[in-house]
């Protein structure tokens, strides 16, 4: 069965600190995304790529970067973690006939 | 013309009755219209996708009605059940390029009375 599969399932970090998250996709899948759920905003993309050392902006950037070494690890970053920034982030992986495949998710607390 | 508008927010159905969810669209050049299933604490899964050159797909007891004309498409569950308690998303697509990415609509919260 394919899988993402993200690092932590819970995270509590400080205001300032430097965060990543990881995902990882057994899949082979080309393009890879990072989003953001929040109630009553739905899913909110922040990065995607397409490609190994490729990165597109999605619609909230904004305070996040993202890193793509290898085709099955999308990381995504948060250089100086604020309170706005608690979320449940969430990994997914596509293949390019469709489909998104998520994983569990992360909820980030920012204290 | 990004936009996917999705209704309700949330739902209320009794069991064994008929949940119904709405999305509409305005890009003419979506292709590909997923629903997407949430539990709590999990991530979305793909329940169920149409194509536009169809007008109903149907899965068991989830089916997708699509009206092209109309541009909306809309997500029925027959004989809900308090197992189908979950948040539902519907999404569009145009996958001609390769950096081409989905458009969520804002979810549904449905609740299953038992």
């Known amino acids: 069965d394919v899988k993402v599969t993200q690092s932590s399932r819970y995270l509590v970090k400080r205001t300032g600190e430097k965060v990543f998250l990881e995902c990882v996709q057994d899949?082979?899948?080309?393009?890879m995304f990072w989003y953001r759920q929040d109630p009553g905003l739905g899913l909110r993309l922040i990065y995607f790529?397409?490609?190994?050392?490729?990165?597109e902006k999605g619609d909230i950037p904004e305070g996040y970067s993202v890193s793509r070494e290898k085709k099955e690890r999308f990381s995504l970053i948060l250089e100086s973690a604020s309170t706005n920034q608690t979320s449940m982030y969430l990994c997914?992986?596509?293949?390019?006939?469709?489909?998104?495949?998520f994983g569990s998710g992360t909820r980030l607390t920012v204290v | 013309q990004q936009q996917v508008k999705q209704s309700p927010q949330s739902l209320i159905v009794q069991k064994g009755g008929i949940s119904i969810i709405n999305c509409a669209y305005e890009?003419?050049?979506?292709?590909?219209f997923p629903w997407y299933q949430q539990f709590p604490g999990k991530g979305p899964a793909l329940l169920i996708a149409?194509?536009?050159?169809?007008s109903e797909k149907k899965e068991g007891r989830f089916t997708i009605s699509f009206n092209k004309s109309a541009k909306q498409f809309s997500l029925h569950i027959m004989d809900s059940q308090p197992g189908d308690s979950a948040t539902y998303f519907c999404?569009?697509?145009?996958?001609?390029?390769?950096?081409?990415?989905?458009?969520f609509g804002k979810g549904t919260r449905l609740h299953i009375l038992p």
């Open positions: 999404a569009a697509e145009c996958g001609r390029n390769r950096d081409d990415k989905i458009i």
């Open positions: 899949m082979d899948h080309e393009n």
């Open positions: 997914a992986s596509r293949y390019r006939d469709r489909g998104y495949t």
């Open positions: 890009n003419t050049a979506f292709d590909y």
């Open positions: 790529s397409y490609d190994v050392k490729m990165k």
């Open positions: 149409i194509r536009p050159d169809v």
